[in-house]
């Protein structure tokens, strides 16, 4: 399934959702992709780039 996000201002957001709801993939209507990357609890824990090999975002819970 694919999720959008249109706001009002500034870029789309687009995400792959598999079916038990986990976000897969992100992508923006300016070019940004990312996919998704899951620490060991199965959380979003950051964004590899399209070819996977460069971490471009990464998320720290507290």
Do not use: K, Q
Not at 5 to 32: F, W, Y
């Amino acid at each position: 399934m694919i999720a959008r996000i249109t706001p009002s201002t500034g870029a789309a957001t687009s995400s792959i959702v598999d079916p038990t709801g986990a976000r897969l993939a992100v992508s923006t209507s300016s070019g940004g992709f990312g996919w998704t990357l899951a620490d060991l609890a199965g959380n979003s824990a950051g964004y590899a780039t399209l070819g996977g090999a460069v971490i471009s975002d990464a998320l720290r819970y507290g």
